[in-house]
């Protein structure tokens, strides 16, 4: 009886491994998900990356593909505590590692960021500012960092989430001493560092028509009638399987209309229970899909970036305990089904 049950279950699991190559087959377009973006007439598919996670063969030999990543973005080190470890003291050799990688290989850089609430300096967040003295520090960062990286950035994330989720303001070091003031600060700092990068405002819980997307096309309004540079708008897309907002390509035209471009910039769809079902991969699939397509349809959507590429070095299991396999690859670098998702969503 066991025996016959073994020999069952071995039948069982042949058949479902024959239909799935031959659904693997059918559905699944192996040209490479940069390739896949280029054809659909958009500039890359990207990914975000961290140089310690180099040494590891497999992963840096498909982060190095042009087939798949024609854009890179630092995931950590050209943010504030890498960059500006003390007051004026600048220190660009991690980031430097990510844009040397980036011109060897031809492919397009986004800086990740100015200014951000998070992963500042002790001797910023530690410190007591007048406005004055903020407002010079604030400039001189995105003077200084901008200007480092003159001419290798396609975009930077200048301002990255300023807002809370009900599209107030977000209460942090800049916005306490300076209020709103310290936004057109950045940007024209940055814009006097490198006239032809463009200029971006990124934040996440965007991406659907809401509270938070309003406030953000409020202020991309008012900068713009102000005279202020603003190039794009950043959409993360922190997403969870089957959490892809209905609205998210009618809220991208949206902010297009304004003037401006977007990206998809931060993408991962986290399953919030595990181990995925094949059912849930299934979803994440379409999900990825149902991105993708969105920016496809969209003029002004420039690209999609992930934010790193395979399960083995997401961000999402150390932030959401118990959640995660978000991204197209999984841990052991097989492409999941969401990596299909992807190529279909570019090309239709
Ligand atoms: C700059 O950063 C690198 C890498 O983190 C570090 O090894 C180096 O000591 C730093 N340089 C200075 C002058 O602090
Ligand atoms: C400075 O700020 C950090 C967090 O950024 C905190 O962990 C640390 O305790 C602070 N140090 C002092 C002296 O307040
Ligand atoms: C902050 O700036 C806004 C305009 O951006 C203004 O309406 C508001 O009164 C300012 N708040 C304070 C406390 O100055």
């Known amino acids: 009886m066991v025996f016959f049950l073994g020999i069952l279950a071995l039948g069982v699991f042949l058949v479902a491994t024959a239909a799935r190559a031959a659904l693997e087959q059918s559905s699944d377009f192996q040209v490479g998900l940069n390739v896949a973006a280029q054809a659909a007439q958009k500039l890359y598919f990207g990914t975000a990356t961290n140089a310690d996670q180099w040494t590891d063969k497999t992963y840096f030999d498909i982060l190095k593909d042009d087939s798949e990543f024609g854009q890179i ?24 590692v990510i844009a040397d990688f980036v011109k060897a ?24 500012f007048t406005a004055p003295e903020l407002a010079f520090i604030v400039e001189r960062h995105c003077f200084t960092l901008v ?13 990255n989430e300023p807002f809370n989720d009900d599209g107030t303001y977000r209460v942090d070091i800049f916005f306490n001493t300076l209020n709103t003031s310290y936004i057109p600060l950045a940007l024209k700092a940055a814009r006097r560092a490198d006239p032809h990068t463009k200029l971006y405002i990124n ?70 229970a595990l181990p995925p079902t094949a059912a849930g991969l299934a979803q994440q ?16 959507c420039v690209g999609v970036t992930v934010w790193d590429f395979t399960d083995k070095y997401s ?17 052991n670098y097989v492409k999941k089904p969401a990596y299909a998702g992807i190529t279909e969503g570019f090309l239709g």
Not at 105 to 128: A, E, F, I
Not at 209 to 234: Q, Y
């Open 105 to 128: 290989t031809g492919k397009r850089l986004r800086g990740h960021n100015c200014v951000w609430y998070n992963q500042l300096p002790d001797w910023l967040s530690n410190g007591t």
């Open 203 to 272: 934040d996440y819980n965007i991406e659907g028509i809401g509270a938070k997307a309003t406030a953000l096309k409020e202020l991309v309004r008012s900068l713009k009638a102000s005279g202020v540079p603003i190039d794009g708008v950043g959409i993360q897309s922190h997403l969870t399987v089957g959490g892809v907002p209905a609205t998210l390509q009618q809220n991208m035209a949206e902010f297009t209309a304004l003037g401006i471009e977007v990206a998809i910039t931060e993408l991962d769809i986290r399953f919030t």
């Open 285 to 300: 699939k379409a999900d990825y899909a149902t991105v993708v397509a969105a920016c496809n349809a969209v003029p002004g």
């Open 73 to 96: 973005t630092a995931a950590n080190v050209m943010k504030w505590f890498d960059t500006e470890p003390e007051p004026s003291v600048f220190n660009f050799t991690d980031g430097d």
């Open 147 to 159: 200007s480092h990286y003159r001419g290798q950035v396609y975009s930077w994330d200048v301002i």
């Open 315 to 331: 961000w999402v299991p150390s932030t959401f305990p118990g959640q995660g396999a978000a991204c197209p690859w999984d841990e």
